[in-house]
């Protein structure tokens, strides 16, 4: 069965800083991956998502995420943090299987931006 | 362009009673996802619907079910409920059977007391 830990519960970082937050899966095939971000009371966004191909994946909003298959992380950059993208941020790995897809999610890392 | 659109935004229910959450998927979709989120948890998958049918599960008791209308549109139901069933429950919509749900909705946050 697939996992995905994010081992950071809460991050602060100062606006402008650059920021890194961590993702590693266990799953037994080629993992399709996932960054999902959500603000207080609202649904997930997807930031961005990895299949196949380069391994450096772009998404929306300035972030960035790469896929590193023999440390199994996908861990989500941005060069310079603004302070709306506070919010809590969630790594994912998908399955599909018998014409179905789950996802499964880490617990989610909180971003706090300090102005 | 709608995207996910899910009914009511809150709820507040009772322990015992039962629970009819909606879902109406991005346009053009075909596929609807269900997942609960309980408060600091990242979220979980309850089921996918294609076809009208439920093509996997995930670890939820039969308390737990679903349908899918002819317009795609689908429904959560929750049946006895418990005070651990409290969570933000999450639709997402994708086009395709064993499609990934990119898209998701607001959710509706379910209170038990």
């Known amino acids: 069965a697939q996992s995905v830990t994010q081992p950071d519960i809460h991050i602060t970082v100062s606006e402008g800083a650059s920021l890194e937050l961590r993702c590693n899966y266990s799953y037994g095939a080629t993992p399709y991956l996932f960054w999902y971000v959500q603000s207080p009371g609202q649904g997930l966004q997807l930031l961005l998502k990895y299949f196949s191909g380069d391994t450096l994946v772009q998404g929306i909003k300035g972030f960035e995420a790469e896929f590193k298959r023999s440390q199994s992380s996908f861990n989500l950059r941005k060069p310079s943090v603004h302070w709306s993208d506070a919010a809590e941020y969630f790594c994912a790995v998908g399955a599909a299987g018998a014409g179905s897809y789950q996802l499964t999610f880490g617990k989610g890392t909180k971003l706090s931006v300090i102005p | 362009d709608a995207g996910v659109t899910q009914s009511p935004t809150h709820l507040i229910k009772t322990r015992g009673q039962q629970v009819t959450l909606r879902c109406s998927p991005k346009?053009?979709?075909?596929?609807v996802s269900w997942y609960q989120q309980a408060l600091g948890q990242g979220p979980q998958f309850i089921f996918q619907y294609y076809e009208e049918e439920e093509r996997q599960r995930g670890n939820f008791p039969d308390r737990f079910s679903g349908h899918q209308f002819p317009n795609y549109s689908s429904e959560l139901n929750v049946n006895a409920l418990l005070l651990g069933d409290s969570a933000l429950y999450l639709c997402?919509?994708?086009?395709?059977?064993?499609?990934?749900?990119?898209?998701f909705g607001n959710g509706t946050r379910l209170t038990v007391t």
């Open positions: 997402a919509s994708s086009l395709g059977r064993g499609s990934a749900p990119l898209h």
């Open positions: 346009s053009g979709h075909d596929t």
